[in-house]
């Protein structure tokens, strides 16, 4: 498909499991971004890609979240020893470029519904 | 101070009024500037990107003031169809990731 491809859609997992998300971003972007939003909250940044470029990694909230991505295919974050806290919907997006050069807007996937029980 | 503040409503409006939507940013070292909008427990869509002189896109016009570091949304003779939160987006300061407000939620009646 033309748009960001995120999978799986939905996914529970027992406390203290690992779990990985995937982001297959739209073909030819560059940047790709991963972003978490907890139920009735904003978009949270986590982490972002661009190119070969090292990763603005600012935005994960512990070392138990990791994120890969290689050239500008797909990416995967990982989180390890899911807590209940980490329940929420994960978004990736991707872009052409930088959004600081030239005000070219993100694309979102349609993101991953993980609970932890 | 937050980085991108918007006042979460909800703006309740009959069909056909027309609704402002503001944001205050706090990085002045800011270039690129968007709104998007958000359905229920969709993802949310890019809407349109914000310009230094101001742009329109039918009945939307987006307004950039850098001076008051302040963004704008004016939407034009309300329709149902625009019932949604309404998130102000800011690049953060290494021009890299999007820093999205947490939304300005409008409801739309007949």
Redesign the interface.
Same mark, same amino acid.
């Given at each position: 498909g033309a748009g960001v491809s995120q999978s799986p859609s939905n996914k529970v997992t027992e406390k203290g499991k690992d779990v990985e998300l995937r982001c297959d971003p739209i073909s030819g972007h560059t940047?790709l971004?991963w972003?978490r939003q907890r139920l009735g909250?904003?978009?949270e940044?986590l982490i972002?890609f661009?190119g070969n470029s090292a990763p603005?990694k600012?935005?994960l909230p512990s070392d138990r979240f990791s994120a890969e991505r290689t050239g500008e295919s797909v990416s995967t974050l990982t989180i390890q020893r899911t807590q209940q806290e980490d329940s929420a919907v994960y978004?990736c997006?991707s872009s052409r470029i930088?959004? !600081? @050069? %030239?005000?070219?807007?993100?694309?979102? !996937? @349609? %993101?991953t519904r993980l609970t932890v029980v | 101070r937050k980085e991108v503040e918007q006042d979460p409503g909800p703006f309740n409006v009959p069909e056909g009024a027309t609704v402002a939507f503001n944001c205050t940013y706090s990085n002045s070292a800011s270039q690129s500037f968007f709104w998007y909008r958000q359905d229920c427990r969709k993802e949310p869509k890019l809407l349109m990107s914000v310009y230094s002189s101001g742009n329109e896109d039918g009945r939307f016009t987006a307004q950039l003031n850098r001076a008051s570091q302040y963004i704008s949304l004016l939407i034009r003779d309300s329709k149902l169809s625009d019932s949604a939160t309404y998130l102000c987006v800011v690049a953060n300061q290494a021009g890299t990731a999007l820093i999205f407000g947490k939304g300005t939620t409008l409801s739309v009646s007949s």
């Open positions: 940047a971004y972003y909250q904003g978009l940044f972002y661009q603005d600012s935005g978004l997006a930088t959004p !600081g @050069q %030239g005000g070219v807007g993100a694309f979102f !996937g @349609q %993101g | -």
